[in-house]
Structure formats: C-alpha cells, structure tokens
T-cell receptor, first 115, second 112 residues
Framework: DQQVKQNSPSLSVQEGRISILNCDYT??????FLWYKKYPAEGPTFLIS?????DKNEDGRFTVFLNKSAKHLSLHIVPSQPGDSAVYFC??????????????FGQGTILTVHP | DADVTQTPRNRITKTGKRIMLECSQT?????MYWYRQDPGLGLRLIYY???????NKGEISDGYSVSRQAQAKFSLSLESAIPNQTALYFC???????????FGPGTRLTVL
C-alpha cells in the first residue's frame, strides 16, 4: 500500500520556467513532510521540509505547499535551472511520543530542465 | 570527505551467497538506517538502530540482518542472497527523529 504517491514519473521543463512537482498521501498521521533530491550515483539529499501546522515553506527558489484537507503537497521551483535536473522524492513522517521518525518515501519524479 | 560512506559501491554475487554491506558515518549520529530502492517504489526501510544496543526491524527486514559494531558503523548482511534482493541499498544517519537524514552514496547489488 503506497501511502505517499507521486503520480508523475517524470516532468520536463524549460530553463527559467516554474517546475511543479506533486505528491499525495493517504495516512492522516503524517505530520511532517520533506522533499529529497537525488542525483545519479549519489544518495538522496534533503531539500526542504514543512510541518503540518504550516501551509507553506519557502527557501530561496524552492517553495513547498501543503493542503492538509486534500492530503496533497507540492514543490515549486522558480526559476528552474539545468542543475535542478534530478529525481525528487516526496517524503512523509509521523510524529508522536513513540515514533522513531520513520520516513515514508514516494516513488520519485524525474525532473529534467532543458537549457 | 563524505559524511556517510558505503562499501562496496557495486557488488555482483550469486544466489545463496552470504554478503555484507558496510556503512560508516563521521557525523556522530546515534541513529542509523538501511534502505533499499527498487524501480518505481521509492526507498523502503529495512532496519534501523537508535544506538549500539537498540536495533529494530523496518518494513522489509525478511532475508536481512544487521550489526551495529560501533556508533559510527552499521552493517547489513544478506545471509543467503536471492535474485529479488537485487536493488540499490542506502545507508543513512541522523541526530534526532526530526533532524535531517544524511544518506550514503548507495551500493548497487546484483544477485544472479
């Protein structure tokens, strides 16, 4: 059962334009969400996160939006650059006193930014 | 130098062989993790450890075992490798449950 879903396996965008990566989740216990980026032959690296008490978090060119009622989040990259070409993982975590901070990963979306 | 290192980076083995994947981290983190990545499935948790004496199964631990030799070292073993264990394996570490998880570069394992 895929609790975190990224329904678009790939996305192609022109340099300078906006990239929008989408993610849906099913587990209402998730209260912390992250995006990780992965280049070939490297491990995933943390990009940006958002707590469920917020609906937006911004860091430079990257903004994550959370819609809890729809169980949906999105990552916006503006402007997109060729160096942003990578696999992007949507990741969710459930808090709570006994939680070990387990991360649940989506399938990933391959972003290609064309010059 | 990388904070989380994995050895080997690539391994080809035969069905039934025992193999060990090793992970070391220099960040002084107590928590360490092993994941596998399969095409179209994202990363799934195999085992995790909160400290040297605390090791726990993740969602797909069958066929795997781990050893936490020291705070900095966490090894994953396949006692008798099978072809469906062919995957990309990642080790990770973090400080606390909400802290950033740092991943190693991965080990590509092929079981023939």
């Amino acid at each position: 059962d895929q609790q975190v879903k990224q329904n678009s396996p790939s996305l192609s965008v022109q340099e300078g334009r906006i990239s929008i990566l989408n993610c849906d989740y099913t587990n209402s216990m998730f209260d912390y969400f992250l995006w990780y980026k992965k280049y070939p032959a490297e491990g995933p690296t943390f990009l940006i996160s958002i707590s469920s008490i917020k609906d937006k978090n911004e860091d430079g060119r990257f903004t994550v939006f959370l819609n809890k009622s729809a169980k949906h989040l999105s990552l916006h990259i503006v402007p997109s650059q060729p160096g942003d070409s990578a696999v992007y993982f949507c990741v969710a975590s459930a808090g709570g006193g006994t939680s070990y901070g387990k991360l649940t990963f989506g399938q990933g979306t391959i972003l290609t930014v064309h010059p | 130098d990388a904070d989380v290192t994995q050895t080997p980076r690539n391994r080809i083995t035969k069905t039934g062989k025992r193999i060990m994947l090793e992970c070391s981290q220099t960040k002084g983190h107590d928590r360490m993790y092993w994941y596998r990545q399969d095409p179209g499935l994202g990363l799934r948790l195999i085992y995790y450890s909160f400290d040297v004496k605390d090791i726990n199964k993740g969602e797909i631990s069958d066929g795997y075992s781990v050893s936490r030799q020291a705070q900095a070292k966490f090894s994953l073993s396949l006692e008798s490798a099978i072809p469906n264990q062919t995957a990309l394996y990642f080790c990770a570490s973090r400080d606390g449950p909400r802290d950033t998880q740092y991943f190693g570069p991965g080990t590509r394992l092929t079981v023939l």
